[in-house]
């Protein structure tokens, strides 16, 4: 009986000019993320994205939305011809789906079509005394009824729909350019991911492993961490760059408590050459400030200055607890505490410096070949695309139909 599923843009629609690509791409990635569904049509207009069933049960898709970016609200709605009766029958029907003995509800009609038969008023008491002629005992209420039917009478017929369900927020993806994101195998950096996607940036994965010292499966885990992120975006772009020889030097030159702050720097370094090469605007990665010892603000600002790039931390000022939270909802907590070391566990001595000097960082690099072991880690990347198992751009585009 569902015959289409709305979903609603919120913040889009403020964004002035930028608006139509903002709504073009969303349509797109709507297009990408129900692209096993071939019978859908998707139409988008100036503030709703209309996704036409045609046959289609609309529970998974309603799932599938509820993770694209860019989206505010969704509902499930029913489109019938510009009858009375006809919006009663859906109005029922609706109702049905959600009322148990005791609940409340209430319509709430508004027209676009200023012309037809029944004010706005006049459509609200009618299908409110049919549903309470209908099911004996149901009761109005005006003021947070556990259900609202809302009744919308447009130029093409009456849509009716119950109240929404919460979209994933923030802006479409591939809306705000591209960053790379650096990602570990712990808690932090899939869900700084996460956050970057939120707002519309493309991301890449950096990952730093050491073999022999880090395991198979640590290189794994990153991999499948990014296959979490796959679902709020479309397929990722996963870089593997080898930092074996890096580390073995730093330990064996470098006095301990500068150990971390150099291995950060070259880091950092390496992600900015990959960055500029692969045409990035900002590195994202998983520091929140105070966590550890790399991130203190002294450290940060020794580690930042290899570059001038933004480097973009959307966790800096969140708790611990409140991004288990998030790494929780998005389901990477459960990946993130599966025990493979990482390079930075292993390497790490005991004590870092959490005030470290530039001065003495820069006395320190100097012992070691930073621009040939730089060199050696580009040469030896290795490149991958997860979760690209869907996507077919000529599907997209026929599934999509863009009205504005
Ligand atoms: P996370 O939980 O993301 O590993 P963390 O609290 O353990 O973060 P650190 O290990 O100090 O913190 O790392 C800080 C950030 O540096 C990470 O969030 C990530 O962005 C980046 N990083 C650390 N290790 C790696 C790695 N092996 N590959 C790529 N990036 C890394
Ligand atoms: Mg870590």
Redesign the pocket.
């Known amino acids: 009986m569902i015959t289409e599923v709305m979903a609603r843009y919120g913040e889009l629609s403020t964004k002035g000019k930028n608006r139509k690509l903002f709504i073009k791409q969303l349509g797109k990635n709507v297009a990408y993320v129900l692209n096993d569904f071939p019978a859908l049509t998707i139409k988008a207009n100036r503030d709703r994205l209309h996704i036409e069933l045609n046959g289609e049960a609309y529970e998974e898709i309603v799932d599938r939305l509820k993770k694209v970016f860019g989206i505010q609200t969704i509902s499930p709605v029913i489109k019938v011809d510009k009858t009375i009766e006809q919006a009663n029958r859906a109005a029922l029907y609706l109702l049905n789906q959600e009322y148990k003995d005791g609940k409340t509800f209430k319509i709430t009609a508004r027209r676009a079509d200023h012309d037809w038969t029944f004010e706005t008023n006049e459509v609200n008491q009618i299908i409110g005394q049919f549903i309470t002629e209908t099911i004996p005992g149901i009761k109005v209420k005006m003021k947070k009824p556990d259900i609202n039917i809302r009744v919308e009478i447009r130029l093409d017929g009456i849509f009716l729909s119950t109240d929404s369900i919460q979209g994933a927020g923030g802006l479409p993806g591939g809306t705000s350019g591209k960053g790379m994101?650096?990602?570990?195998?712990?808690?932090?950096?899939?869900v700084?991911g996460y956050y970057a996607l939120k707002r519309g940036i493309e991301l890449e994965a950096?990952?730093?492993?050491s073999p022999p010292y880090t395991s198979p499966q640590a290189l794994q885990k990153?991999k499948d961490l990014t296959g979490k992120l796959v679902e709020f975006t479309g397929p990722i772009t996963f870089i593997e760059?080898p930092?074996t020889e890096i580390q073995e030097t730093i330990k064996k030159y470098v006095p301990q408590g500068y150990v971390m702050t150099i291995t950060?720097r070259m880091?950092l370094k390496l992600t900015d050459i990959i960055r500029a090469q692969r045409s990035g605007l900002a590195i994202?990665?998983?520091?929140?400030l105070g966590?550890?010892a790399?991130?203190t603000l002294e450290s940060m600002s020794v580690i930042s200055e290899v570059t001038n790039t933004p480097v973009l931390r959307p966790l800096i000022s969140m708790d611990k607890n409140d991004i288990i939270k998030i790494a929780e909802e998005i389901d990477t907590f459960d990946l993130?505490i599966l025990p493979y070391e990482?390079?930075?566990?292993i390497f790490s001595p005991p004590k870092p410096r959490t005030k470290p000097k530039l001065s003495h960082v820069l006395e320190n690099e100097a012992k070691i070949d930073v621009e040939g072991m730089i060199e050696r880690a580009i040469a030896g990347i290795s490149i991958e695309e997860i979760g690209l198992n869907q996507s077919k751009e000529t599907e997209q585009k026929a599934l999509f139909e863009d009205l504005l």
């Open positions: 994101l650096m990602i570990s195998g712990g808690i932090d950096s899939p700084a950096v990952h730093f492993h990153a760059v930092f950060r880091m994202i990665n998983g520091e929140s966590q550890v790399s991130q993130s990482d390079c930075c566990t």
